[in-house]
Structures are given as C-alpha cells and as structure tokens.
C-alpha cells in the first residue's frame, strides 16, 4: 500500500535552514526556501557561482568547506545535498540524533520529508509530489498548473 505524505504549509520565516551541498539540486533548493523568508546557510567544499548573486526575502550566508557535524546546531531544518552520498548519510544521521527535521536529495528512505515541486502565484501557493517518486508525473503536473495561472506567475520551483 502507497503511503501518502501530508501536504503541510509551514512558515519559514526567520527559520534557520542548512543546506549541506553547493551544487545544482541545492541550488534549486535554496531558490525555493528564499522565497519565503528562510535563513539559510550552505555549506559545501565547492559552492555554484549562482548562489552568490541570488537575491533573498530572507537571509544567505555560505561556508566553503566541508561539513561539519556541529554544522547542523541550531538548525530547524537541513537539506543534504551534497555530492557524496556518505555526507548525506553521515548528516542524516547527525540530524536524526539531534531531533532535527531532514530531506536527503539522493535517497528517500533519508528523508522526514519530501521537498515539493512549488508553484507560486499572486494568490497561491501550489506544493506538489507523487506518492511514489515519479518525478515525470510531477512535472507533467506542474506544467498543467503553470498554463493555468500562466499570467499570475511570480515564481515556480522545481
């Protein structure tokens, strides 16, 4: 049986959020967690030229360096998307002892929860994601919803 995660809306606003990784999937993240109001810190040996010309709701700080398990102190929230899958492993796991909430990129069964594919209108936001991970779906989804409010569109997400 499919078990269907809750589609639940919270506020980030002045959240502190670790984004472990600088490559293109973090990226994609951290655009999406700027938009509304997160604080969000990246950490990574390599970070993506484009992360330092982002401009934010929220607050933007960067670490070139690797990881650090003390890195996730004070943390709300973390997003494991490094490149290495034993980094992932290693934060979820640090994560998990700290009672800190985690999404890791590259395995699902790491997860606490699901990052959504996200759309934003002037009056909506529109979160979405399969109940196994289709990805296509998702997308073709995504894509239905964009042409519907095509002339309402602030901002869209993965």
Known sequence: MKKPYFPMFVD???KQIKVIGGGKIALRRVKTLLCFGADICVIAPK???EFYSLESE??????EREYEKNDIQGADLVIAASNGKEVNRYVYEACKEAGILVNTVDDRRLCDFYFPSVVVTEDLVIGMNSME???KKVKEARSVIETMFENERD???E
């Open 12 to 14: 980030l606003a002045g």
């Open 47 to 49: 970070i993506r030229e």
């Open 58 to 63: 929220g607050t933007l700080t960067f670490f």
């Open 133 to 135: 991970h289709n990805p």
């Open 155 to 157: 901002y869209r997400s």
